[in-house]
């Protein structure tokens, strides 16, 4: 029986993205910038896969690469290049229109500049979360804004608050001083309320560390999500008896809606680890999905380019190792859901189209060329599984 596993390397954009002038990020080229900084770089199977020519496709220049090595996965494959409808250009926009169901709408946002939130919001949140007041109350990269308010935080248990250029409130708050569970707790009661904002999702940043300059994240982010206001690809696929594995945040980028099995994990060596095994015990019938969210969390927003280099040298030699799990009648997809150039000025994700790529022992090879919304890819897979089609996009099978 058929399994379909989608392969999300969160931020991998390829550049041309039509609309990028209206987003103020003309020229971004996440792939582009990268191969061009950052010499050498050895992406063998992806560029045998179709990776260098979806991105000319995309933007009109191939990047900057070297000769690459020949590749092991010698699987026929389909490749092309993907623009998003989605109003905005964040993860949970991009992930939404993937499975079927892009957001013309966009969300609503907090403003940059202090204070980013209402005073009547944050008294409530106050109010009922049980905590005297907060701290930050602007827009602010998370990494740093626990150096500049982390010890005053330990000092007032208040916990930092902050938003960035996406959706979102996003809470820091010390996992040992604050409390984990805590936390999470009131980032509930935040969510509850930012409702009529339309804002997209609420983030909990725990850190940990005892002063400035040591302040450190942990892996026990979570995200307090939006739930999608129709129906998605995992939606139709659960209620069709199908199973769908969500793997790192996928389960709470669709709210904990459609999912059978949620597996919790962090950093590309766990997150690859987790959907090799699922690769090789998981059920057939279903979908298995992916989010390597450090791309984006860990290299794009902190301007990284040698770690995103570096990550996607390890993403592909990794690869390489689906080919000894992959069934008879398996499609591996390969995708991402916005761009987050390394490169590009401010710490924000970028208006980009982002490929898509398609193998299996069963595939023939194909340039599939410009798709016109992500939700080709929604609509590719709810064919191949016999579902009824989404609204938007395209079969590519």
Not at 93 to 103: I, V
Not at 146 to 163: D, M, R
Not at 279 to 290: H, P, Q
Not at 346 to 371: A, C
Request: charged share 25%; aromatic share 12%; with cysteine.
């Amino acid at each position: 029986m058929a399994r379909a596993i989608i392969l999300m390397m969160d931020s991998f954009g390829i550049g041309g993205a039509k609309d990028a002038a209206a987003y103020n990020n003309e020229g971004a080229n996440t792939f582009g910038h990268i191969a061009e900084y950052y010499q050498g770089l050895k992406i063998p199977n992806l560029y045998h896969l179709g990776l260098s020519d979806a991105a000319y496709g995309a933007c009109g220049q191939y990047p900057k690469l070297s000769a690459q090595t020949e590749s092991i996965l010698q699987f026929g494959h389909k490749y092309g290049h993907m623009s998003e409808i989605s109003k905005d250009k964040d993860t949970v926009s991009g992930h939404w229109e993937l499975a079927g169901l892009p957001n013309l709408q966009g969300w609503g946002h907090f403003p940059p500049n202090y204070p980013s939130f209402p005073a009547d919001l944050i008294q409530k949140i106050c109010e009922k979360g049980k905590i005297e007041g907060i701290l930050g109350n602007k827009a602010a990269s998370g990494t740093v804004i626990i150096q500049e308010l982390g010890e005053e935080h330990i000092a007032s248990n208040k916990p930092i608050f902050y938003t960035s250029a996406d959706s979102n409130m996003q809470i820091a708050a010390h996992e040992e001083h604050f409390g984990l569970e805590r936390l999470y707790d009131l980032c509930q009661v935040a969510y509850e309320y930012i409702k009529p904002y339309n804002i997209g999702r609420i983030i909990a940043r725990p850190f940990v560390g005892e002063k400035a300059g040591e302040f450190t994240r942990t892996k026990n982010r979570r995200d307090f999500t939006a739930a999608p206001f129709g129906q998605t690809l995992l939606d139709v696929m659960k209620s069709s008896g199908k199973n769908v594995t969500a793997i790192g945040a996928i389960n709470d980028i669709y709210a904990h809606r459609g999912i059978t099995k949620a597996i919790h994990g962090s950093g590309l060596k766990e997150l690859w680890d987790l959907t090799l095994k699922e690769m090789k015990d998981g059920e057939d019938n279903s979908l298995i999905f992916t989010n390597f969210e450090d791309f984006d969390m860990l290299w794009g927003h902190r301007r990284n380019i040698k770690g995103y280099a570096e990550g996607l040298e390890y993403f592909d030699q990794r690869l390489v190792e689906t080919a000894l799990y992959l069934r008879e009648d398996d499609l591996v997809f390969i995708t991402a859901d916005h761009g987050n150039d390394p490169s590009y000025e401010g710490t924000d994700h970028t208006r980009e189209q982002v490929p898509v790529i398609m193998y299996g022992k069963k595939v023939k090879t194909e340039n599939i060329g410009q798709r016109e919304t992500y939700a080709d890819l929604g609509q590719t897979i709810a064919e191949y599984f016999n579902l009824p089609p989404f609204k938007y996009g395209k079969s590519f099978l």
